[in-house]
């Protein structure tokens, strides 16, 4: 079975700071994607990035990029310029890529970001 | 509608009642999902639909838990004789593709306490 593992229960960050966030996964499976997903205190789950994992290049969207190592089985997310508005749990999760049919994610813990104005 | 919608918000319930949840997905989004998230806690993976039909129940806990899904829209998880342990969020999403691939389009959930 597919596990997911988030080993920062807690990070800070002082505003218009960089952060990273780590996630480890393992998976016997050679074709999947991965997510990070944020949760405010909304609830509601909003998805930031995802990467594909036959594909080498880093996924980036605007000030969140990651940092895929496939061998490593690490996909950590790197947040860039923090503002408040990024204080959330950030959830990292897998999915297999495989048939047709609809395929779960596998979420971790969650790591809850703080930020510092 | 714009998003998913999830009825209701929140619920107490007194143990060994039964409670039902309500989630409305985006109109024409085919794969349907319902996760757990206890406090402090990742989600954890209940069911999911494709189409009215849900091919993997594997994560239910116990034969208290049941959902059903018609028409292709409407959702509805029921928990049976409601314990303690059952308190928890209960977040439903949605996707267009079946695979999810995309990412989902979650609710924002139903808080369960059982008292």
């Known amino acids: 079975a597919q596990t997911v593992t988030q080993s920062q229960p807690e990070m800070s960050v002082q505003e218009a700071e960089t952060v990273t966030l780590s996630c480890t996964y393992d998976?016997?499976?050679?074709?999947?994607?991965l997510f990070w997903y944020k949760q405010p205190p909304s609830r509601q789950m909003i998805l930031v990035i995802r990467?594909?994992?036959?594909?080498?290049q880093n996924a980036t969207e605007n000030r969140f990029s990651v940092n895929f190592q496939k061998a490593a089985k690490s996909f950590s997310l790197k947040i860039s310029d923090s503002q408040l508005g990024d204080a959330a749990m950030y959830f990292c999760?897998?999915?297999?890529?495989?048939?047709?049919?609809?395929?779960?994610?596998?979420f971790g813990q969650g790591t809850r970001l703080t930020i510092n104005p | 509608g714009a998003g998913v919608s999830q009825s209701p918000s929140n619920k107490v319930t007194e143990k060994g009642k039964d409670v039902e949840l309500r989630c409305d997905p985006i109109?024409?989004?085919?794969?349907l999902y319902w996760y757990r998230q206890r406090l402090g806690q990742g989600l954890e993976f209940l069911i999911y639909?494709?189409?009215?039909?849900?091919?993997?129940k594997s994560g239910l806990p116990s034969d208290r838990f049941s959902a059903e899904r018609t028409g292709e829209s409407v959702s509805t998880l029921t928990i049976q004789r409601t314990q303690q342990e059952d308190s928890a969020v209960y977040l439903c999403?949605?996707?267009?593709?079946?695979?999810?691939?995309?990412?989902?389009?979650f609710g924002s959930g139903t808080r369960l306490t059982v008292v």
């Open positions: 999403a949605s996707s267009l593709e079946p695979q999810g691939l995309r990412g989902y389009t």
């Open positions: 998976t016997s499976e050679s074709d999947y994607y």
């Open positions: 990467q594909e994992a036959y594909k080498q």
């Open positions: 999760a897998y999915t297999n890529r495989r048939g047709q049919g609809a395929q779960k994610l596998v």
């Open positions: 109109s024409g989004h085919t794969a």
């Open positions: 639909f494709q189409g009215n039909s849900a091919p993997d």
